[in-house]
T-cell receptor, first 115, second 113 residues
Framework: DTAVSQTPKYLVTQMGNDKSIKCEQNLGHDTMYWYKQDSKKFLKIMFSYNNKELIINETVPNRFSPKSPDKAHLNLHINSLELGDSAVYFC??????????????FGEGSRLTVL | AQSVTQLGSHVSVSEGALVLLRCNYSSSVPPYLFWYVQYPNQGLQLLLKYTSAATLVKGINGFEAEFKKSETSFHLTKPSAHMSDAAEYFCAVSEYGNNRLAFGKGNQVVVIP
């Protein structure tokens, strides 16, 4: 069983559309994250949820809205997609907020291409 | 805020030669340090981590890293490169009580036969 799974793996869409990426983890972790990896492979945190509560919200356009229905799921909805949103979006999870180790477990990524 | 610096985006190494990837960190408190590996079209996988125990940390696939506080460094090494080591490597730092993991810009390792 995949520990952190994301769907879809690939997403190609037109500018202005709205799309969602779903993430699920079966590790029993309390904290989940969304990271964005740009074309130069740079990874930047976007959001983090602990037990369905938003704890990290970086400077991200309001068009990006995370939603955590329960602690095993964290979805990312993007409105009015722009060319610059093209990237690979990674979901990750970790055990506990204020974790002593900070080790993250990553999904395989969702590659978003905006045309 | 904590941060890491990785120099040299592309690193070429001959098969069987030493792999050395440099990472320097900045942190206001004792850090936790990590190396992750990303194979093509995959997510990141933890190679090893330092969490204030032994300064020499051994990880998977024959990699190790040494924490040097005086140099604020956490360089990654492997004595003998294998073709399967070709991947992107990321150094990352976090602080206790802070789930914010900050990544370096990564090193793409190319192994030459």
């Amino acid at each position: 069983d995949t520990a952190v799974s994301q769907t879809p793996k690939y997403l190609v869409t037109q500018m202005g559309n709205d799309k969602s990426i779903k993430c699920e983890q079966n590790l029993g972790h309390d904290t989940m994250y969304w990271y964005k990896q740009d074309s130069k492979k740079f990874l930047k945190i976007m959001f983090s949820y602990n037990n369905k509560e938003l704890i990290i919200n970086e400077t991200v356009p309001n068009r990006f809205s995370p939603k955590s229905p329960d602690k095993a799921h964290l979805n990312l909805h993007i409105n009015s997609l722009e060319l610059g949103d093209s990237a690979v979006y990674f979901c990750a999870s970790s055990q506990g907020s204020g974790s002593s180790s900070g080790e993250l477990f990553f999904g395989e990524g969702s590659r978003l291409t905006v045309l | 805020a904590q941060s890491v610096t990785q120099l040299g985006s592309h690193v070429s190494v001959s098969e069987g030669a030493l792999v050395l990837l440099r990472c320097n960190y900045s942190s206001s408190v004792p850090p936790y340090l990590f190396w992750y590996v990303q194979y093509p079209n995959q997510g990141l996988q933890l190679l090893l981590k330092y969490t204030s125990a032994a300064t020499l940390v051994k990880g998977i696939n024959g990699f190790e890293a040494e924490f040097k506080k005086s140099e604020t460094s956490f360089h990654l090494t492997k004595p003998s490169a294998h073709m399967s080591d070709a991947a992107e490597y990321f150094c990352a730092v976090s602080e206790y009580g802070n789930n914010r993991l900050a990544f370096g810009k990564g090193n793409q390792v190319v192994v030459i036969p």
